[in-house]
């Protein structure tokens, strides 16, 4: 067992996983993200996730963000606090929780956790994930070896950052149809495929529970298919990733 912790703009959850199963091995804990979602403020509130399963699970632990990752460093934030921008998280939140962290994007985590375990399994050539929340995050796979902190949400398209017309939390602010999301999802994976060829894209984020509702409208020449793992997926990925670390893998 491992922990995986999921920092979202809205809630922090965590739960240990198993990692044989790809499956959480005790129900998951979900506290709401702080506000302001300062760095400190986030590692109180994971605090509470680690001591509510101290005892059955105290080895490393494996947390996603929603900003890329590099040695550590947080290079910008889009969805959460700016202090955390620039900001050397990993090795802070190390000190906080006094656990091994290891710290990657969230969409890289929820990508891991699919290709092993989910819609990815078994699928070679290009596979792009993408999560449809708040923001839209992307993971790149070839081959199934990860290409990391892809940053595909932020694309431009029609002038416009994607994530700011084709997240589902912009579906959700204007209230609009399916039908005139699908329209702005479509204009956004029609640009992917125009960039990448991609062989596989695979839907995540909690609207892909609905995927039946949108996923239909869309007219692509690449396979685009639901996540399986829905919402567990970043939480099982992050644990994935902290025992690679933790193995030396
Ligand atoms: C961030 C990404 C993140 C995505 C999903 C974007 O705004 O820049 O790093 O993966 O949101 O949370």
Redesign the pocket.
């Known amino acids: 067992m491992t922990l995986g912790i999921d920092i979202?703009g809205s809630g922090i959850k965590g739960a240990p996983v198993d990692l044989d199963r790809g499956e959480f091995a005790l129900p998951r804990l979900r506290v709401p993200t702080p506000q302001p979602s300062t760095p400190s403020a986030c590692a109180r509130a994971m605090g509470e996730i680690v001591e509510h399963f101290a005892g059955r699970d105290d080895g490393p632990i494996g947390i996603t963000i929603?900003?890329?990752v590099i040695d550590g460093v947080t290079p910008?934030m889009?969805?959460l606090d700016q202090t955390w921008a620039g900001f050397a998280a990993e090795d802070f939140l190390t000190g906080q929780l006094r656990r091994p962290v290891t710290l990657l994007?969230?969409?890289d985590a929820a990508g891991i956790a699919e290709m092993r375990f989910g819609a990815g399994r078994d699928r070679g050539g290009l596979v792009i994930m993408t999560?449809l929340?708040?923001?839209?995050?992307?993971a790149l796979f070839h081959n199934g070896v990860l290409i990391p902190n892809s940053?595909l949400?932020?694309m431009e398209v029609d002038g416009h950052d994607a994530?700011t017309r084709a997240s589902s939390g912009y579906r959700e602010r204007e209230g609009l149809s399916w039908k005139k999301w699908a329209r702005h999802l479509q204009r956004y994976y029609a640009a992917l495929e125009r960039l990448l060829c991609p062989d596989l894209f695979i839907v995540g984020g909690g609207v892909s529970k609905k995927h039946e509702r949108f996923l239909p409208l869309l007219d692509l020449r690449t396979p685009i298919v639901p996540a399986r793992l829905r919402n567990e997926a970043g939480i099982i990925g992050a644990a994935l990733a902290a025992r690679h670390r933790a193995d030396g893998a």
């Open positions: 979202g929603p900003a890329p910008s889009a969805n994007n969230d969409a999560t929340g708040t923001g839209i995050g992307t940053e949400g932020h994530e």
